[in-house]
Structures are given as C-alpha cells and as structure tokens.
C-alpha cells in the first residue's frame, strides 16, 4: 500500500469513528421534496432550508401543487434561503418540466436532472446517490475545502476536487464519505476559528503551508 492510500485509509477509519452514522442533513419524504431542498441549499445552511421547507411544502410537496403557485409566490416563502428570484424561477420551471416530460416524476439520471432549471451536477449528485443510491460524490465548498486542507487534492476547481476523492474513495463508500466529511467539517473543521492541533485529521494530514 502506498503512502497516499495509507493517508487516505487512516483519513476514512477517523470518519468512521467520529461521524460513524452520518443521516441525510435535508429533510424530505420523496424524491421531489428532496431536490426541492438541495436547490434551495446552495449558499444557505441545512438548518435555514429545514426551517423553511415546511411552510413551502405544506402548500406544495410536489410539481402539480407547485405550479399552482406563481414565481412569486414561491420566492416570497424561501427567502429566508438567499438567492430567492433565482430559486424561486427554477423551483417552478422545473416543476412545470416534470409534470410535462415525466409524469410529476422526478428523473433517475444524471443528464436529465442537470437539464432541469437552477440544478447543477452538485444538486443532481445528491439527489441520486442519496435517494436512488447510484454511487456519486456530491463536493460542495465544505468538501472541496476539506480535501484541499488535508491534502487529497490540489484545490484547483471543485471538479477537480471530485475527481480526486472518486480515485482515492472506495466507490461502495461515497455517499456515506460525502456526509461524514460535511458533518466532521461542522464539528472538527471549520472554515473560521480553526485551531488545526484539535482536529483529528488536520493534526496528522494538514499540509503544511496551511499550518500558520
């Protein structure tokens, strides 16, 4: 075994036994709510979309009650997540294509999720690993962040990123890998007031130019 591959089976035992049972942080009962909600993440916290989501989805929990409300209307329920006009238009777009191309059915495949409006490859990532469980690693800027700082890769681009963590990560491994990251991060390895001799990780693998 190599010296990287020694890193990176220490790094995923030290996941294993700080975050061992890592849950979905997005509350959601479907498939629908779930997108829904992993739209409404980007530049907003977990906590503030699980404190919004329910006065949205007790109006509408999926596309045919969606597109019963206007644009506007939506955007005045999420606000609370930031980036709102956006959101809001790609929230009923979307709606409208899954009850037009699918039934009201959200799709299993990479292709079409990324086609639907305001969802990138990180959003469709998500919703088919943690709902279809098709293996994918979904790097948001905590990620991307994190294997940057502990040196599994060269944080270049959060593509890049992803890249890296799918060679070096088992594939049976990926789902629960992303969550343990995203909750070690919360509680170990923040962006702010870091002290990188408490982490577990970041005292043994931090590199070293990010040490002062």
Partial sequence: MTK??????????????????????????????????????????????NKTTPSLFKQADNPYDMVKMSADEIREIIKPCGLSPMKSKGIYGLSKILIDKYNGEVPNSFEALESLPAVGHKTASVVMTQWFGVPAFPVDTHIHRLAYRWGLSNG???EQTEHDLKRLVPEARWNKVHLQIIYFGRKYCPARGHVWTNCPICSKYMRKDLRD
Avoid at 4 to 31: M, R, T
Wanted: proline residues 6%; contains cysteine; negative net charge.
């Fill in 4 to 49: 990287k591959a020694e890193k990176v089976a220490d790094i995923l035992q030290l996941l294993d036994q700080y975050i061992p049972d890592p849950e979905v942080p997005l509350h959601h009962k479907d498939a629908y709510t779930l997108l829904i909600s992993v739209l409404l993440s980007a530049q907003c916290t977990d906590e503030r979309v």
């Fill in 156 to 158: 270049k681009s959060v």
